[in-house]
């Protein structure tokens, strides 16, 4: 199985380039994008789960709207609840 992660992005050239450059791993057979809006590195700084949910559910959107495997990397509730109404999680 093949998993490949891609952080979102709120700006909308950003958004595209995350789709553009998701696009070769979908067609190469990506078992699953798993995509997160906050790095969990050590030092990084935390993310507002609205920016976080701003972040994601658009590159989520499209990708589960092409047909891709999505899961959501978060630990987040709030995050976890949008992505399930979104129903692509």
């Keep these: ?9 709120t700006i909308f050239r ?18 699953i994008i798993d995509v997160g809006g906050e790095s969990t590195r050590p030092g990084a700084s935390n993310v507002w789960e609205g920016d976080e949910i701003e972040r994601v559910v658009p590159i989520i959107r499209q990708l589960a709207g092409g047909g891709a495997a999505v899961s959501i990397d978060t630990r987040k509730a709030g995050v976890i609840e949008t992505e399930s109404r979104e129903d692509v999680a």
């Design 1 to 9: 199985m093949k998993i490949i992660r891609q952080v979102g992005k």
């Design 14 to 31: 950003l958004y595209i380039i995350s789709i553009l450059l998701l696009v070769p791993f979908i067609a190469a057979g990506a078992d």
